[in-house]
T-cell receptor, first 115, second 110 residues
């Protein structure tokens, strides 16, 4: 059973607000990821981290930012939310696998609606 | 990243086996083949992965072609709870990133 948690599960906010989506894992995984997924569509990698103080942008450009100050914590922040940011955000983590064998563990997702 | 091709959708009847195909003709020699599934309103969950040999676990079996250019995820007895989007993903040797495609929407009929 995965020990990766996302809060909030659902968030409805107005345009211009600053929001932070929290993601924590208790498995000691060094690698963490944020994916964005619109309803019925595929997942797109927007940020990833290979360890503390390491963050990289993913395949899909995003106005969000991330930080990795602690191994277990990988929050995602939107400084000024817009309706175009409405989506589901999924956090994942993995241990260092041998030659890419490590599986990803996903949280349940944070569904963001910006009015 | 190696590309994968999967059918958009498949149907099965409950209690019957399901074979979900995936083509990955540009796979490199040391890339792993991963399968994940996503149930409605949930994050994806790991199903199985393999390199060259066929693999079995409690959830499914993975049959890998000898040339590794295709693979098949096998659910031995489909249940209604297996209705989900199934993603076939090639994971590169050097990378930890997984790039998800559109996947196959599996419908299980009672």
């Amino acid at each position: 059973e995965a020990d990766i948690y996302q809060t909030p599960r659902y968030l409805v906010i107005g345009t211009g607000k600053k929001i932070t989506l929290e993601c924590s894992q208790t498995m000691g995984h060094d690698k963490m990821y944020w994916y964005q997924q619109d309803p019925g569509m595929e997942l797109h990698l927007i940020h990833y981290s290979y360890g503390v103080n390491s963050t990289e942008k993913g395949d899909l450009s995003s106005e969000s930012t991330v930080s990795r100050i602690r191994t277990e914590h990988f929050p995602l922040t939107l400084e000024s939310a817009r309706p175009s940011h409405t989506s589901q955000y999924l956090c994942a983590s993995s241990a260092t696998g041998i030659f890419g064998s490590g599986e990803l563990f996903f949280g349940e997702g944070s569904r963001l609606t910006v009015l | 990243d190696a590309k994968t091709t999967q059918p958009n959708s498949m149907e099965s009847n409950e209690e019957e086996p399901v074979h979900l195909p995936c083509n990955h003709s540009t796979i490199s020699g040391t890339d792993y083949i991963h399968w994940y599934r996503q149930l409605p309103s949930q994050g994806p969950e790991y199903v199985i992965h393999g390199l060259t040999s066929n693999v079995n676990n409690r959830m499914a079996s993975l049959a890998i072609a000898e040339d590794r250019k295709s693979s098949t995820l096998i659910l031995h007895r489909a249940t209604l709870r297996d209705a989900a989007v199934y993603y076939c993903i090639i994971r590169e040797t050097s990378g930890s990133r997984l790039t998800f495609g559109e996947g196959t929407q599996l419908t299980v009929n009672p």
